[in-house]
């Protein structure tokens, strides 16, 4: 499904004017004790994007992995600059997601 939701010549991955702004894949087992699967891009151009997984449950704990970072409000860092440079606070999935992509458009060159 992936691949084709990535396809440019058969007009499912759509650009100009009607421009293909997300794609998602999701696996439903036939078994209902094992939980759906969802792959959404949230960005456009499927063929650069990532499809990342998603599973829905009830009662499911925060992953820290997939948290955004969260500051005080009397953060020292705001109070006083601590660095030379500015630190990388980029959400470690989408530093994981800009890999990747690097890695595609590699593979296109």
């Known amino acids: 499904m992936v691949e084709i939701l990535r396809d440019k010549p058969s007009g499912i991955n759509m650009e100009g004017e009607f421009l293909t702004t997300a794609s998602m894949v999701s696996v439903l087992p036939q078994d209902s004790n094992l939980p759906c699967i969802h792959f959404f891009?949230?960005?456009?151009?499927?063929e650069r994007s990532v499809f990342k997984p998603f599973i829905f449950v009830p009662?499911?704990?925060q992953l820290l992995d997939t948290s955004s970072p969260t500051f005080e409000l009397e953060d020292s860092v705001k109070e006083k600059l601590q660095f030379n440079i500015k630190p990388d606070r980029r959400h470690?999935?989408?530093q994981k997601h800009q890999q990747a992509l690097e890695i595609l458009d590699n593979k296109m060159v």
Do not use: R
């Open 41 to 46: 891009t949230g960005t456009p151009h499927p």
């Open 92 to 94: 470690p999935l989408y």
């Open 59 to 61: 009662n499911i704990s």
